[in-house]
C-alpha cells in the first residue's frame, strides 16, 4: 500500500521542538521549515521570516530556512517586492540561506533556485493534504469547496449561538455581521449553510436566530477546536504545588489591580455562574479568554516571538513560574484569544467578566466534562422557558 | 550515598539524650528542621540528610554547649571520624565543631552551633570550649539569629527553626556566589557553600508551596527589625542577590539542584526548571516587596 500523506511528511520531515523557531526539520538536515496556513498580510511575511533568520543563528551554515505557506492573499508581486525588502536588510550570510515557498498552483518560489523548486513540489504534496484534513481555511472557501467550514462561519455560528443561549434577541444581518466582523457576503454563506442543516430561522424583521442547539456544527467545532481556538496553555513551571484555585484568586487579584476589561473567566468558572448546580468538585484549571480584536496581542498575554515564554504581562504578573506547554493535559492555565469585534464578555458587578457560554461550553468539552457541559445548555435553556 | 532518616524519629532521640533541663535552649535547624516541618508533604519516608543541626541559646551559652557535649559523650556518643578534639594549645580556627554520632549509629550525625550575639558583624564567628578532656569549637552564624522569630514546637516538645526564617537566614548568608567550596562533596561533587545554602532556600520554598511563602513577608521584616535593626534596611534591600545570582548561574544552580535532589528533595522528582521557577518566584513575591519596603 502506497504511504499516506502522513507517513510520507514523517519520513521526509520531522517536527520541531517548541523553542525552535521552525515548525519542522528535514530528516537529512538541509532544511528548516516554518509553516503558516496562509499569508493574510505582508506582516506575517516579514514575522515568519524573521523568526527562522533568528533560527539560523543556531543552525550549521549548510541549513536553509524556508518560510511555506498554503496560500496567500498578498499578491504574487507584492510578495515578491517585500522578499527583496526584507532580505536587503539581512546580513548577506543569513539572507542567502532564507527562502519563500507559497504553495499556489504553481508554486512561488523566492529565490526562483532549482533546490527551492524541489522542495516546493515536495511540501506541496504533503502539506496541502494534511491542512485539508486537519485545518481551517480564514475566509471563504474557494469554488467547490463550499463543504469545508471556516474560521469566519464560526465565528458568525458562534455569536448567533451565544445570543441563543444568553436568551437575546434573534439577530438582524447587520449586527451579527458587526459582531463576528465578517462582510456581508461571508454571513450571508455562514447562514446558508446552517439553513441547510435547518439550524437557524429567519424572522420577518431580517433577523436570524437558532432553532435548537445546533449539535451537528457543535460536534464539527468541538472536533476543529483546537485550530479554531489556538489556545495557549501554561504550566506551573515549579512544579508540584500547582494549585488552580489560588492561581485564580491571583488572577482576580491582578485583573483588579490592572483594570484590564478584555478579560474574561472561562471554564468550569463560568460554568459555575451559568449553571449554579454545575455538578464538579474543585477547579481543575483557569480558563481565560482575551480579547485580541485588533489582532494585536493584548494586555501582555500573547507574545510569540519569545521563544522561552518569561511573560512579562499579566501572566507574569499572577505568576512568573507559568510557562508555555503544548500538553493539554498538564495546563493548568489556558488562555483562548477571541479575534472577533464584539467579545460578549458577560459583566458582573464584583470579580472579572465571565467568558460567554459558548467559549464556556469549548472549555469544559476540552477538559472533557461532557456531561457538565450538556448540564449547563439544558440549565440555560430550562432558564428560558421559565 | 547518604542513607535516609526519619526526621520524627531523630527529633524522639534528641529529645530522649538531652537533659530536660536543656531542651528550652535548643533550638532545631537546618535540613533536619525543614525535613521535619515538612514530614507530611514529603509522606513521611526518610529524608537524605546526614547532620541534625542543635543551636544552643542565648548568644554566648558556652557553659549550656559543654554541658550538652559532655551530657551526650557520657551517653555514649561518639565524635565522628573527623571530629579529633584538640588540646589547650590548638589554635581555635584548627579546633573540630562538635559533631557525634548517636550511640551504636551511624545512620546521622549531631552538630552543635552557637546563637549569634546582636553586636557579632561577621557572617560566622568561633569560640573554643573544652569537654571531657578535648577542646572544640563552636560556629555563630549571624543571621541564623533571625531563626529566633516565630520557633516551631515539635510534638516531642523541641523547638525547631520555621522554614520561612531558615530561608531569610540562608538567603542573606550570600550576596553572591563567591567563597569556599563545602569541607566534604555531595556525592561525589565538589559544591561551594553558596550553592547549597541558596539550593535549601529553593528547596524550602518548593515544599512551603506559594500559598505559604506568600505569607513570609511580613514575618521577614519583622525578623530584620528585630534581630538587626540597624542593618535591617540594606539587608532587606540585598536580600534576594543571592537567589537572583543562582538563577543566573547555570552551573552553580546545577548544583544546588544537585544539593537539594540528595537530600531535602531527593525522590521527589524535583527538576532544575521547577527549581528555577521557584525561585523566579520568589524574587517577584518576596524579594522584590521586601526591597521595596526597605527603601521607602
Known amino acids: 500500500m502506497a504511504p499516506s500523506p502522513d507517513e510520507r511528511l514523517t519520513v521526509h520531515f520531522e517536527p520541531a521542538s517548541r523553542d525552535a523557531g521552525y515548525d519542522l526539520r528535514s530528516r537529512d538536515g538541509r532544511f528548516v521549515v516554518g509553516h503558516k496556513n496562509s499569508v493574510a498580510s505582508a506582516r506575517d511575511l516579514y514575522a515568519g521570516l524573521i523568526i527562522l533568520a533568528t533560527a539560523l543563528g543556531h543552525e550549521g551554515e549548510h541549513v536553509r530556512a524556508v518560510f511555506v505557506a498554503g496560500r496567500s492573499v498578498v499578491s504574487p508581486s507584492r510578495i515578491r517586492e517585500e522578499w527583496q525588502r526584507i532580505t536587503n536588510v539581512l546580513r548577506p550570510a543569513v539572507a542567502r540561506r532564507l527562502a519563500v515557498v507559497i504553495l499556489s498552483d504553481p508554486p512561488l518560489c523566492l529565490p526562483d533556485e532549482p533546490e527551492v523548486r524541489a522542495l516546493a513540489e515536495e511540501l506541496r504534496l504533503l502539506l496541502t493534504t494534511n491542512e485539508r484534513k486537519h485545518n481551517l481555511r480564514e475566509d471563504h472557501p474557494a469554488h467547490g469547496e463550499s463543504r469545508v467550514p471556516t474560521i469566519k462561519f464560526f465565528e458568525v455560528w458562534k455569536v448567533l449561538l451565544a445570543h441563543w443561549l444568553l436568551q437575546q434577541e434573534a439577530l438582524r444581518i447587520g449586527e451579527l455581521m458587526r459582531e463576528a466582523n465578517c462582510s456581508h457576503p461571508t454571513v450571508i454563506r455562514a447562514l446558508q449553510r446552517m439553513e441547510e442543516r435547518r439550524e437557524i430561522r429567519r424572522l420577518s424583521n431580517r433577523s436570524v436566530e437558532l432553532v435548537e442547539f445546533p449539535h451537528e456544527t457543535f460536534g464539527e467545532a468541538l472536533a476543529l477546536a483546537e485550530s479554531l481556538r489556538t489556545p495557549i496553555r501554561f504550566v506551573d513551571a515549579a512544579g508540584a504545588n500547582g494549585d488552580p484555585a489560588a492561581l485564580l484568586r491571583r488572577l482576580e487579584r491582578v485583573a483588579e489591580q490592572e483594570g484590564t476589561p478584555k478579560m474574561a473567566l472561562g471554564g468550569v468558572s463560568a460554568a459555575r455562574h451559568y449553571d449554579p448546580e454545575f455538578d464538579l468538585e474543585g477547579t481543575p484549571r483557569i480558563d481565560v479568554s482575551v480579547h485580541t480584536f485588533a489582532g494585536e496581542p493584548e494586555l501582555g498575554f500573547v507574545n510569540q516571538l519569545d521563544p522561552d515564554a518569561r511573560w512579562v504581562g499579566v501572566v507574569g504578573k499572577v505568576d512568573p513560574a507559568l510557562r508555555r506547554t503544548s500538553r493539554a493535559s498538564e495546563a493548568i492555565l489556558v488562555v483562548h484569544p477571541l479575534r472577533r469585534r464584539e467579545s460578549l464578555f458577560v459583566r458582573r458587578d464584583r470579580g472579572m467578566p465571565l467568558a460567554d457560554p459558548v467559549e464556556t461550553l469549548f472549555d469544559l468539552h ?11 445548555v439544558r440549565r440555560l435553556r430550562a432558564e428560558k422557558r421559565r | 550515598m547518604i542513607a535516609g532518616i526519619d526526621p520524627e524519629s531523630v527529633f524522639r532521640r534528641i529529645h530522649q539524650d538531652l537533659p530536660v533541663g536543656l531542651h528550652t535552649h535548643v533550638t532545631i535547624i537546618g535540613s533536619l528542621a525543614a525535613a521535619y516541618h515538612f514530614r507530611a508533604r514529603l509522606g513521611f519516608r526518610p529524608v537524605k540528610t546526614k547532620d541534625a543541626d542543635l543551636m544552643v541559646q542565648p548568644a554566648g551559652a558556652l557553659e549550656r554547649c559543654r554541658d550538652i557535649a559532655v ?82 514546637r515539635a510534638t516531642v516538645g523541641l523547638n525547631y527553626a520555621s522554614p520561612s526564617m531558615m530561608a531569610l537566614a540562608n538567603a542573606l548568608s550570600h550576596p553572591t556566589l563567591d567563597g569556599q567550596l563545602m569541607s566534604k562533596p555531595v556525592e561525589g561533587r565538589k559544591i561551594k557553600r553558596a550553592a547549597k545554602d541558596l539550593g535549601r532556600v529553593l528547596a524550602i520554598a518548593y515544599l512551603a508551596g506559594r500559598e505559604e511563602t506568600e505569607e513570609w513577608l511580613p514575618r521577614w521584616q519583622d525578623g530584620l527589625w528585630t534581630h538587626f535593626s540597624d542593618d535591617a534596611a540594606p539587608l532587606g534591600r540585598r536580600a534576594g542577590a ?55
Open chain 2, 242 to 296: 543571592g537567589i537572583r545570582a543562582l538563577l543566573e548561574s547555570r552551573a552553580e544552580l546545577a548544583d544546588a539542584h544537585w544539593t537539594t535532589t540528595n537530600g531535602l528533595l531527593g525522590g521527589l522528582g524535583v527538576t532544575e526548571e521547577n527549581l528555577r521557577a521557584v525561585g523566579e518566584r520568589l524574587l517577584v513575591d518576596l524579594f522584590g516587596p521586601l526591597a521595596q519596603e526597605f527603601s521607602q
Open chain 2, 71 to 152: 551530657r551526650l559523650l557520657d551517653g555514649g556518643w561518639t565524635p565522628i571520624a573527623d571530629c579529633i578534639p584538640g588540646s589547650v594549645d590548638t589554635p581555635t580556627e584548627d579546633l573540630p565543631v562538635v559533631r557525634l554520632h548517636p550511640p551504636g549509629s551511624q545512620l546521622y550525625f549531631l552538630e552543635l552551633t552557637g546563637l549569634a550575639p546582636a553586636t557579632q558583624q561577621d557572617g560566622v564567628a568561633w569560640e573554643r570550649f573544652e569537654a571531657r578532656g578535648g577542646w572544640y569549637a563552636l560556629p555563630s552564624f549571624r543571621y541564623l539569629r533571625l531563626v529566633g522569630s516565630r520557633l516551631e
Open chain 1, 366 to 376: 476540552d477538559l472533557r466534562l461532557h456531561d457538565q457541559a450538556e448540564a449547563m
